[in-house]
């Protein structure tokens, strides 16, 4: 599978995975920084990387559908 899905898998038991994944968006999360006050840019770009820790953390990688169920629908 990709690279993110084994990444995620990972990071259900190793908090090791969960930084390598922060990192992985790192470059987007400071891009949207830049639409934001540079006073406010600290404190969002910790509450999205908190965020995405707590959605890694909460998926759930048994309901992830594959291609014939798509094909069902």
Same mark, same amino acid.
Request: charged fraction near 40%; avoid cysteine.
């Given at each position: 599978?990709?690279? *993110? /899905?084994?990444?995620?898998? =990972?990071?259900?038991?190793?908090? =090791?995975?969960?930084?390598?994944?922060? %990192?992985?968006?790192?470059?987007?999360?400071?891009?949207? #920084?830049? *639409?934001? &006050? +540079?006073?406010? %840019?600290?404190? #969002?770009?910790?509450? +999205?990387?908190?965020? +995405?820790?707590?959605?890694? &953390?909460? /998926?759930? *990688?048994?309901?992830?559908?594959? *291609?014939?169920?798509?094909?069902?629908?």
């Amino acid at each position: 599978m990709g690279i *993110l /899905y084994d990444l995620v898998k =990972e990071a259900k038991g190793n908090t =090791e995975y969960e930084t390598k994944i922060i %990192r992985r968006f790192e470059p987007k999360i400071r891009k949207s #920084l830049y *639409l934001t &006050r +540079l006073e406010n %840019r600290d404190d #969002l770009e910790q509450e +999205l990387k908190i965020k +995405l820790i707590r959605y890694v &953390r909460d /998926y759930s *990688l048994e309901n992830v559908p594959g *291609l014939f169920d798509e094909k069902k629908q």
